[in-house]
């Protein structure tokens, strides 16, 4: 608005409706590559946009779906980071059907306290257990081993391998399992699975060679997502999955993980958009500065409760 009030011209490119409605003038609105039409904020809500967005309406916001709770699948008692900066004395429970939300404010250490859970970080305090039995998770062979998967924060960075391919990108957390008895790699087993999974996630790729760099991000998740699912986890850990795709994928990522906890996994969502928080979980751990500052059950809580655990040991 400063830059604005001076005469300065701008294109503010986003995905977060309500910012764009608030300081845009005019709304120009693309899909899959093409040019939909130009209209006046003043004219637009956020339904419209998603509707001309996504080439159809969008009832609910969320997939709708009630879980059904099962046995305990993960339990994680009193982490504790060497650096005394980050997390301490973290401890929750996952359970078998459930989707756990993960919350706080930016640098609360949930990230942190995640990839220690997975093997990727040291914590010298604290116990993990899977199924009820005490594991020791050093690495993420040990994390695989034990049914984990984990959907990393930046995509771009720490998830996809730009310079490859679809197939090679899919396959790569699960190579092991294309090896034949002479160590070579079964080409034909990776192309099928490659294919089925593209299929099952409604991945929007020209073909199992195109170099993923080429998709879309939402249609990159969904890769890392069938990247994930080829090792057949048990427990999913999510780091972010819908930041930076567009309205109509992050549907589509939420009915993938209602589908998974369908199935009987666990699912642990990492989240920094409210709504989705609060739309997706059943329960939400709340961290403040590296601790947990509560739990709350998703469907008898509001933003503002959230928001109060989130800040309870700031400052």
């Excluded at 490859?164 to 990108?169: A, C, H, K, R, Y």
């Excluded at 998740?221 to 999510?238: N, S, Y």
């Excluded at 009987?264 to 990492?270: A, D, Q």
């Amino acid at each position: 608005r400063d830059l604005k009030s001076r005469g300065v011209s701008l294109i503010y490119i986003s995905h977060k409706m309500e910012e764009i409605l608030k300081i845009s003038d005019e709304v120009t609105i693309m899909r899959d590559g093409h040019y939909v039409g130009t209209w006046e904020a003043s004219e637009l809500t956020t339904a419209t946009i998603i509707k001309r967005m996504v080439g159809r309406d969008l009832t609910h916001r969320f997939p709708a779906g009630k879980s059904k709770i099962g046995k305990e699948l993960l339990r994680v008692e009193n982490y504790t980071s060497p650096n005394p900066r980050s997390f301490k004395h973290v401890s929750l429970t996952l359970h078998e059907g459930e989707i756990l939300g993960l919350g706080g404010l930016v640098g609360a250490q949930r990230t942190e306290v995640m990839e220690a859970v997975f093997g990727l970080r040291l914590h010298n305090e604290g116990s993990l257990y899977v199924r009820g039995k005490e594991v020791k998770i050093n690495n993420s062979y040990d994390a695989k081993k034990y049914g984990m998967a984990l959907l990393t924060e930046e995509r771009r960075a720490t998830g996809i391998f730009p310079v490859l391919s679809v197939q090679d990108n899919l396959v790569i957390a699960n190579i092991r399992a294309y090896r034949d008895k002479s160590g070579l790699l079964n080409s034909a087993k990776m192309a099928a699975d490659t294919k089925k999974s593209i299929k099952d996630l409604d991945i929007k790729t020209p073909s199992a060679k195109t170099l993923i760099k080429s998709l879309s991000g939402g249609n990159q998740q969904k890769v890392l997502f069938a990247r994930w699912l080829l090792t057949v986890p048990d427990i999913l850990i999510l780091d972010e999955p819908t930041r930076g795709i567009d309205v109509g994928a992050k549907y589509e990522i939420y009915v993938i993980m209602r589908e998974l906890a369908a199935q009987g996994k666990g699912v642990i969502m990492i989240s920094s958009e409210m709504p989705e928080l609060l739309g997706m979980t059943d329960r939400v751990v709340v961290m403040s500065e590296g601790r947990v500052a509560g739990t709350v059950n998703s469907k008898e809580t509001n933003q503002e409760q959230v928001m109060e655990l989130a800040t309870k040991y700031v400052g």
